[in-house]
């Protein structure tokens, strides 16, 4: 009897010990974003705000809401609220309303997780913010413009067929009237630059010949506002040609990182 105890210790002494849990197996980090932007919802809802669209993926929960003349875009990550736009803003006065644009939605990096693009209109036109969620949970602009391109940069359109934007910059310093130029940027490998295309290069040649349509026009009538204000934009699509032809001749040409993809959003 005392021979078997004994093998018993034995036994038991070889046995091999329980593996101790990975704390990540049963520890979660952050919030979950569905049940977090379900609760925001339910915030503003019970101060008169009216949900309109609402984006449910796996890596973040988006909506919009409004309670005229207030309005506001969330995004709430694995982190939490990491995104808040709302009207009226100090810090944007020129801002009327925000909103989620429809679908279909870009994905810029191409990582099976689509992108997010907000409407913000202003008085007298409508502009796009296009923002995207990495895996840790942080919202970042995917589009980023130079600032010798102008002042007030507001994208018009995301090209359905191309990693492609239409953007409207404001001329500074003009010297009357609220002189304003359209140009196509495109994604690069150095960053977003001014599209040199050839389809680009007609659409100048169009912008410059309505513009100096309508200075002949202008003269004729006497209208000196609308007469500087098309000189103003002439010389800044002028310079801006002259910039893109100056940077194609220092570099060598480099082909973009994406290639065509048929999703992307035009302004409403």
């Known amino acids: 009897m005392r021979w078997l105890f ?15 849990q990975d704390p990540l197996e049963y520890l979660r980090v952050g919030v979950d974003p569905r049940i977090e932007g379900l609760a925001v919802m339910r915030d503003l809802e019970s101060d008169g705000y009216r949900i309109d669209r609402r984006i449910d993926e796996p890596r973040y929960f988006a909506f919009d ?46 990582d099976g997780h689509p992108d997010i693009l907000i409407v913000m209109r202003e008085p ?9 969620v990495d895996a840790e949970g942080f919202v970042s602009s995917v589009f980023r413009p130079q600032t010798e391109w ?27 009237g609220n002189a304003r130029v359209s140009i196509l940027v495109r994604a690069s490998v150095r960053d977003w630059e001014i599209d040199d295309s050839p389809s680009a290069q007609r659409r100048w040649e169009r912008e410059i010949q309505r ?31 002259r910039s893109e032809e100056s940077v194609d001749a220092g570099v060598l040409e480099m082909e973009p990182v994406l290639e065509a993809a048929g999703d992307g959003e035009e302004a409403r």
């Open 6 to 20: 004994v093998v018993c210790l034995c036994l038991s002494a070889c046995a091999k010990p329980e593996a101790v």
């Open 65 to 110: 809401a409004t309670r005229r003349p207030n309005s506001t875009v969330r995004i709430i990550t694995a982190r939490g609220p990491a995104l808040s736009l709302q009207t009226p803003d100090v810090r944007a006065p020129h801002r009327a309303e925000v909103a989620l644009a429809p679908d279909p939605r870009p994905d810029f990096d191409r």
């Open 124 to 132: 007298d036109r409508t502009c796009l913010a296009w923002v995207e």
């Open 150 to 176: 102008g002042e007030r940069p507001c994208v018009i359109e995301v090209d359905r067929t191309w990693p492609r934007l239409l953007v409207e910059v404001s001329v500074p310093d003009p010297p009357t």
């Open 211 to 241: 513009r100096e349509t309508a200075l002949v026009a202008a003269e004729s009538a006497a209208d000196s506002v609308t007469v500087e204000r098309l000189r103003a934009e002439l010389a800044w699509i002028e310079r801006l040609r």
